[in-house]
T-cell receptor, first 114, second 115 residues
Framework: GENVEQHPSTLSVQEGDSAVIKCTYSDSASNYFPWYKQELGKRPQLIIDIRSNVGEKKDQRIAVTLNKTAKHFSLHITETQPEDSAVYFC?????????????FGKGTKLSVKP | DVKVTQSSRYLVKRTGEKVFLECVQDMDHENMFWYRQDPGLGLRLIYFSYDVKMKEKGDIPEGYSVSREKKERFSLILESASTNQTSMYLCASSLWPGNSGNTIYFGEGSWLTVV
C-alpha cells in the first residue's frame, strides 16, 4: 500500500519568510495529493490540492508542486504570517484501498515568529 | 457548508469499558472515516465505510469496530478500552468516489482518555 513521508517534522520561520514542506510517496498509481492545515485545537481543513496531471498549483500565498517521476510533492508558503502557524499534513490517495482513502504524512508543525 | 459532528468532544473512560464514539454528517456523503491522531504519528486510518453496512479496515483496526446503519452516521466502538487507546479520534466524510480527489471533511475530534 501507499506510504507517505513528510519532512520536516517541525519548522520555525520569521514572519515574511517562506516555508517549504516536502512529502514523498511510494505508490506510483496515486494521483491526488491534498494538503491539510490543522490549527491548535481545531479540525484539519483542506488548504490546497493537486492532481497528477498538473505540475504546480497556486492559491494566493500558497503553492504546491508535484514531481511524479521522483514521487514527491511540496507545499510552499510565501510571506508567512503568524496565522500560518499550525500543523500541516500532506496526503496521497491510495489506489490499493477499496475507495481511494487518503494516506497522511505525520505532519509538520510550522511556527511563524513575529 | 459541510458539517461533520462528533457528539462527544472529551471523554474519560476506565480500562475495560465499552466506548462508543458517534459521528454524523449532513451532506449525504457516501464515504465516512475514522482516524486516530497521536503526536508524531500523524493521522492513521482505523476504519472506513463507503456505504451503509459496508466497512473496510484501515491501517490500525485492532481493538476497534465500527457500525454504519444509516448513511449519515458512523460509529466507532472500543469493545474493551485500554490505556493505549488514549488518543484524539477524528471522524471524516467525503463524496464517492474518494480517489477522484473529493475533499475529506473532518469533525472537531473526540479526545478520549482511558484510565
Amino acid at each position: 500500500g501507499e506510504n507517505v513521508e513528510q519532512h520536516p517534522s517541525t519548522l520555525s520561520v520569521q514572519e515574511g519568510d517562506s516555508a517549504v514542506i516536502k512529502c514523498t510517496y511510494s505508490d506510483s498509481a496515486s494521483n491526488y495529493f491534498p494538503w491539510y492545515k490543522q490549527e491548535l485545537g481545531k479540525r484539519p481543513q483542506l488548504i490546497i490540492d493537486i492532481r497528477s496531471n498538473v505540475g504546480e498549483k497556486k492559491d494566493q500565498r500558497i503553492a504546491v508542486t508535484l514531481n511524479k517521476t521522483a514521487k514527491h510533492f511540496s507545499l510552499h508558503i510565501t510571506e508567512t504570517q503568524p496565522e500560518d502557524s499550525a500543523v500541516y499534513f500532506c496526503a496521497a490517495s491510495d489506489y490499493g484501498g477499496s475507495q481511494g482513502n487518503l494516506i497522511f504524512g505525520k505532519g509538520t508543525k510550522l511556527s511563524v515568529k513575529p | 457548508d459541510v458539517k461533520v459532528t462528533q457528539s462527544s468532544r472529551y471523554l474519560v473512560k476506565r480500562t475495560g469499558e465499552k466506548v462508543f464514539l458517534e459521528c454524523v454528517q449532513d451532506m449525504d456523503h457516501e464515504n465516512m472515516f475514522w482516524y486516530r491522531q497521536d503526536p508524531g504519528l500523524g493521522l492513521r486510518l482505523i476504519y472506513f465505510s463507503y456505504d451503509v453496512k459496508m466497512k473496510e479496515k484501515g491501517d490500525i483496526p485492532e481493538g476497534y469496530s465500527v457500525s454504519r446503519e444509516k448513511k449519515e452516521r458512523f460509529s466507532l466502538i472500543l469493545e474493551s478500552a485500554s490505556t493505549n487507546q488514549t488518543s484524539m479520534y477524528l471522524c471524516a466524510s467525503s463524496l464517492w468516489p474518494g480517489n477522484s480527489g473529493n475533499t475529506i471533511y473532518f469533525g472537531e475530534g473526540s479526545w478520549l482518555t482511558v484510565v
